[in-house]
């Protein structure tokens, strides 16, 4: 019986150290690590909800709870296996995709974001339809060259893109305008 209890503390540490509590996803620092180990090709999508303040606004912070965790259940039902969903932070998330191109990874989030966008999510405490929730999506592939912080810019740029034109939808980073060199 001790070493269940010590197993069981064991693993409550594990999860209050590496899961978010809210979304049950793997937290930030799980990401980190993650991505600190990952090597060779891999994509990551950035994600985020759109007009996610206007959720808790108009409807609570229990909602907007709710949307969280309706968001994360979408995420990972369409992630392949070895895909790591995280909870970045706020209403944002990522998703590290392992031998994945940037063509497929553009074809994910096109799926995920169907999926979330044709839902209507009804208001568990009054069963008010609240409408549809959209996401916006930033994708890029790892370079060997830069850093984990570098990768993430990069994806998080294309989050911005996609958020800058009309959000509820996926930019890859080749669909970003090139970077304007300077003369030497």
């Not at 995709?97 to 994910?108: E, F, Q, S």
């Not at 959000?167 to 305008?177: C, I």
Request: include cysteine.
């Amino acid at each position: 019986a001790g070493l269940l209890i010590v197993l069981g503390l064991l693993y409550g540490a594990y999860r209050m150290a590496f899961v978010d509590a809210l979304s049950g996803l793997r937290n930030r620092r799980a990401l980190d690590e993650a991505m600190d180990r990952l090597s060779g090709a891999y994509a990551i999508a950035m994600v985020d909800i759109d007009h996610f303040k206007s959720f808790n606004d108009t409807w609570g912070h229990q909602t907007g709870d709710q949307v969280i965790r309706f968001v994360a259940s979408a995420l990972t039902k369409f992630a392949l296996p070895d895909h790591l969903v995280a909870r970045y932070g706020g209403e944002e998330f990522a998703v590290i995709m392992p031998r994945t191109t940037l063509k497929d990874a553009g074809r994910i989030a096109d799926q995920i974001s169907g999926a979330i966008e044709a839902k209507r999510l009804v208001r568990r405490s009054t069963n008010e339809t609240i409408g549809a929730v959209t996401v916006s999506f930033g994708a890029a592939i790892y370079a060997a060259s830069e850093s984990v912080g570098q990768f993430i810019t990069r994806a998080d740029e294309c989050l911005y893109m996609s958020k800058r034109n009309g959000r509820n939808r996926v930019t890859l980073e080749t669909q970003m305008p090139p970077i304007a060199s300077s003369a030497a």
